[in-house]
């Protein structure tokens, strides 16, 4: 008789992984059995303390309202506004541009994480929780084993989600992340700024809490942020005022500060025999653009898409199934991965020319909207075939 435990085991309990088991759930048909690996101890993430707020788009909006799993607390995004400290060139981007209510949605990652373990904890998904999971045998007749916790499950098919980092670390972007939040003296409904720096870029957005108040994201040299880190409130303000400039008003800091080293890594392959690597554990984006979940997001929507024959059939062998998804998502990975490693290195050169010609650059994505809808095309939905 075929010992399996499970059809799907995810592994990762991030928005990733809990908006797979959510899709899984709600699927037609004869639903799947699917257990969620959670890694549950002291030195692990714990997501209801997290204060980060996370950009989606808004095809991941309708995404994430069609799994119920949209949370009540988030600021919309109408305008977006890019520039470059130092030099002449912007472009505004406007939700009237693509006819749709807004381009993006700031909400509070917490928010996210609630309502989707709302959501499966009313469903039929297992919850394993403990020690971090991981994958001790690759196939063994036609099931991979995971261990968690001094015991060994089998499943047909094993998704890795959040609960590795990618294995390949293609470049250090000698920058860190500072985020935290201010009120602005002149605030400014539904815009979001991206403003491009020498030390990288720093991101402005509503905050989705806070009246009044944005969403600070400052990628900095890591010598910069570790002093600002240390800085008292007042003179973090004042730099952060005068890093970003008038729009806004003096900028007043309202929450502690966290810094992260930025790097891009990927996955070597996304498929491996039985295995699957979606969201941040098939690659960690720099945050310009705030692209990360929404490709990850992506990821399982494609993922869906592919296994829907196979669910119908979970005894036949998956491989072409995964295959397929693995090809269908590679233009869609690489064009996110290289935008936003282009970004944040570009503006960082310090060429004066290079400089000049990113303003120019701006300039004319602002006055032609022929260019411009192709590169805000792609951070709304991503790549479509």
């Known amino acids: 008789m075929e010992n399996i435990d499970f059809d799907i085991a995810i592994i990762g309990a991030g928005p990733v992984g809990l908006a797979?088991?959510?899709?899984?759930?709600?699927?037609?048909?004869?639903?799947?059995?699917?257990?969620?690996?959670?890694?549950?101890h002291p030195q692990m993430h714990n997501p209801a303390s997290d204060t980060r707020v996370l950009a989606l788009n808004h095809g991941s909006r309708v995404?994430?309202?069609?799994?119920?799993?949209?949370?009540?607390?988030?600021?919309?995004?109408r305008t977006v506004h890019v520039s470059q400290k130092g030099r002449l060139g912007r472009t505004l981007i406007s939700h009237t541009d693509f006819d749709v209510p807004a381009l993006g949605y700031v909400v509070p990652y917490r928010a996210i994480a609630a309502r989707l373990h709302e959501q499966v904890n009313e469903g039929r998904t297992t919850r394993l929780a403990g020690a971090p999971a991981t994958v001790t045998s690759r196939t063994t007749d036609g099931a991979a084993s995971i261990s968690q916790n001094g015991k060994t499950y089998r499943a047909r098919i094993v998704v890795q989600c959040d609960g590795a980092k990618p294995d390949t670390r293609l470049r250090d972007y000698n920058q860190h992340a500072i985020i935290t939040s201010a009120?602005?003296?002149?605030?400014?409904?539904?815009w979001a700024w991206e403003r491009f720096t020498r030390e990288g870029p720093l991101?402005?957005?509503?905050?989705?809490?806070?009246?009044?108040?944005?969403?600070?994201?400052?990628c900095t040299t890591p010598a910069r942020a570790r002093a600002l880190l240390a800085a008292d409130e007042a003179t973090f303000s004042r730099a952060l005022s005068e890093h970003f400039g008038d729009?806004?008003?003096p900028l007043t800091v309202l929450e502690s500060r966290h810094i992260f080293p930025l790097a891009l890594s990927v996955s070597k392959n996304t498929v491996d025999d039985r295995i699957v690597t979606i969201g941040n554990a098939a690659q960690a984006l720099h945050p310009v653009a705030g692209q990360g979940l929404n490709l990850g997001l992506r990821d399982v929507g494609g993922l869906m898409g592919a296994?829907?024959?196979?669910l119908l059939n979970p005894h036949q062998d998956p491989g072409p199934a995964l295959r397929a998804f693995a090809g269908a998502r590679r233009a869609d990975r690489n064009i996110t991965r290289q935008l936003t490693d282009l970004m944040p290195r570009v503006f960082t050169t310090g060429n004066p020319l290079i400089e000049h010609a990113c303003g120019l650059s701006l300039l004319a994505l602002d006055l032609t909207e022929p260019l411009r809808r192709p590169l805000a095309r792609h951070l709304l939905q991503g790549y479509r075939n």
């Open 247 to 249: 729009r806004l008003g």
């Open 20 to 40: 797979l088991a959510r899709a899984l759930d709600r699927m037609p048909g004869p639903l799947p059995t699917v257990a969620l690996f959670q890694a549950d």
């Open 307 to 310: 296994l829907q024959p196979w």
């Open 63 to 77: 995404f994430l309202e069609q799994m119920q799993g949209w949370p009540d607390h988030f600021s919309p995004i």
């Open 203 to 218: 991101a402005v957005l509503p905050h989705p809490v806070f009246t009044d108040a944005q969403s600070i994201v400052w």
């Open 183 to 190: 009120r602005a003296e002149l605030p400014r409904s539904d």
